[in-house]
T-cell receptor, first 111, second 116 residues
Framework: AQRVTQPEKLLSVFKGAPVELKCNYS??????LFWYVQYSRQRLQLLLR??SRESIKGFTADLNKGETSFHLKKPFAQEEDSAMYYC?????????????FGGGTRLMVKP | GAVVSQHPSWVICKSGTSVKIECRSL??????MFWYRQFPKQSLMLMAT?????????EQGVEKDKFLINHASLTLSTLTVTSAHPEDSSFYIC????????????FGSGTRLTVV
């Protein structure tokens, strides 16, 4: 069965500092990985996915199959980046394709 | 982009009553919808996957008779919490796979259920 692990429940950084939110996964197949963000009082929304290899709001994430990781990075954190971040893996089960979420990391960017 | 509308956003009900939560895809057809439960400060836990016109597939540990899922049309899925108890109080979120989006998913805004 697939599993997604985000080791840090809370990450606190100062504005302008680099930030890295860790995500590790276990899956026997070829993984498709996503980062979702949930701002205060808003719905979950897609931040980026590994297949598109794009940078959104300054965030990037590289899939490292050797280390089974998909860490989210940003060189200079902004206060508006404060939110909950979820790493997710898309995998097939009996019902078809589904998302498995990590436990989430709350990012707090202090002024 | 593709939007999933979820209602109600919050509901308070008495123990023993049933509550229905609706999830509608507004500008696309959702053949598959997912229902999640989120406890405070915890991650989203998949409860069930519903496919239009067929029975939902429930995750292990989720009571089928308590959490009734209906996906009768390509734009509407409902979750009914039957005979609700205080331990059912939680945040429920629906999600749908967006077609032709490279496996993207869109999420409803969630429903906070409080059973008193």
């Amino acid at each position: 069965a697939q599993r997604v692990t985000q080791p840090e429940k809370l990450l606190s950084v100062f504005k302008g500092a680099p930030v890295e939110l860790k995500c590790n996964y276990s899956y026997s197949g070829s993984p498709e990985l996503f980062w979702y963000v949930q701002y205060s009082r808003q719905r979950l929304q897609l931040l980026l996915r590994h297949i598109s290899r794009e940078s959104i709001k300054g965030f990037t994430a590289d899939l490292n199959k050797g280390e089974t990781s998909f860490h989210l990075k940003k060189p200079f954190a902004q206060e508006e980046d404060s939110a909950m971040y979820y790493c997710a893996l898309s995998a097939y089960n009996n019902a078809g394709n589904m998302l498995t979420f990590g436990g989430g990391t709350r990012l707090m960017v202090k002024p | 982009g593709a939007v999933v509308s979820q209602h109600p956003s919050w509901v308070i009900c008495k123990s023993g009553t049933s509550v229905k939560i609706e999830c509608r895809s507004l500008d696309f057809q959702a053949t598959t919808m997912f229902w999640y439960r989120q406890f405070p400060k915890q991650s989203l836990m998949l409860m069930a996957t519903s496919n239009e016109g067929s029975k939902a597939t429930y995750e292990q540990g989720v009571e089928k008779d308590k959490f009734l899922i209906n996906h009768a049309s390509l734009t509407l899925s409902t979750l009914t919490v039957t005979s609700a108890h205080p331990e059912d109080s939680s945040f429920y979120i629906c999600s749908a796979r967006v077609p032709l989006s490279g496996d993207g998913y869109t999420f409803g805004s969630g429903t906070r259920l409080t059973v008193v």
